[in-house]
């Protein structure tokens, strides 16, 4: 089933999060749907709308997260292109509704179904849904070029995220009143690759890269569908001819039907151009020089 052309998500998303919230560990198990029409969803879906339980639109909803509004996306590529200001609030709510496709797909699977649940599964799945919504939440102003001003690298976003989410009283709190094991299950995530999610959510094909290249092309003026595709997660295990699938086997990878190969290959090559004309342009590397001598000097 392809979610662009549902002509309303809303009746799937409602099936898919009471089967969710049916978790003894959940405590707020009530339902009630959020909605906002997303401007990089309106090309192609029927249903342009990201749909957000509430318990999810509560962490949205934290003076954490709302800080996102006033970080620009695309920050010094501007200066070129002066239609790009979107913020990383924007990005983090489409990666939320990236990830949730990727589960509505696997929710028609009965047998994706069965595992979750004679796994005792959904709270990892609640877990990371929140924790992909808030994987830009330690972005700071200018953000890489900033970070890698100050600090010299690339991740430093990533290590403030986690403290921010792990330890902020607010989001504590709205974790706490959905369920007391949630914040013990997305602290699990950051260490475990728990049903793949840490290739799929940041690997080189993910939910948030899927994201912000189609909404950055959009602002860009030379708009990509990229569309949300069926995969499958398997266990495998190593012999000497390679990689088989294997019931004991204890790596996970994500398998793409072989139909599906050009759609794979045109997000690469947008991946690939994109980078090399708009985020490591020459002019763009001259404005975060720039900011490097800035802080050089002012450090």
């Known amino acids: 089933m392809f979610l662009q052309d549902v002509d309303n998500k809303e009746f799937l998303i409602k099936q898919f999060y009471i089967w969710l919230f049916d978790d003894n560990r959940i405590t707020n198990k009530e339902l009630e749907l959020k909605s906002e029409v997303d401007l990089s969803l309106a090309h192609s879906y029927l249903d342009p709308n990201i749909y957000f339980p509430k318990q999810i639109a509560n962490f949205f909803d934290t003076k954490a997260m709302r800080r996102l509004n006033r970080i620009s996306q695309l920050d010094l ?3 070129n292109y002066p239609n790009v200001y979107h913020n990383r609030l924007e990005h983090s709510k489409g990666t939320y509704n990236r990830k949730l496709e990727n589960f509505l797909i696997n929710f028609q699977n009965s047998e994706w179904k069965k595992y979750i649940e004679d796994n005792n599964l959904k709270i990892y799945l609640l877990a990371d849904l929140i924790k992909v919504s808030g994987h830009d939440i330690g972005h700071l102003p200018l953000s890489h070029a900033l970070e890698e001003a100050i600090c010299n690298r690339h991740d430093l976003h990533e290590i403030i995220g986690q403290k921010i989410i792990l330890e902020d009283q607010e989001i504590n709190q709205v974790l706490n009143s959905i369920s007391p094991f949630l914040k013990d299950a997305i602290k699990d995530l950051y260490s475990n ?3 793949n999610f840490s290739e799929h959510d940041e690997g080189n094909y993910d939910v948030d890269r899927l994201d912000y290249l189609s909404r950055d092309s959009l602002h860009l003026g030379t708009f990509e569908d990229l569309t949300t595709i ?25 398998v793409y039907d072989y139909n599906y190969l050009n759609t794979i290959e045109n997000f690469l090559n947008l991946r690939y151009s994109t980078y090399k004309n708009v985020y490591f342009s020459e002019s763009t590397k001259i404005s975060e020089m720039a900011i490097n001598c800035f802080f050089d000097a002012f450090l």
Do not use: Q
């Open 77 to 79: 590529v501007i200066n």
């Open 193 to 195: 690759n728990i049903l």
């Open 230 to 254: 069926p995969y499958k997660t398997v266990r495998v295990s190593k012999n000497d001819s390679g990689f088989i699938e294997s019931k004991d086997g204890e790596l996970y990878i994500d």
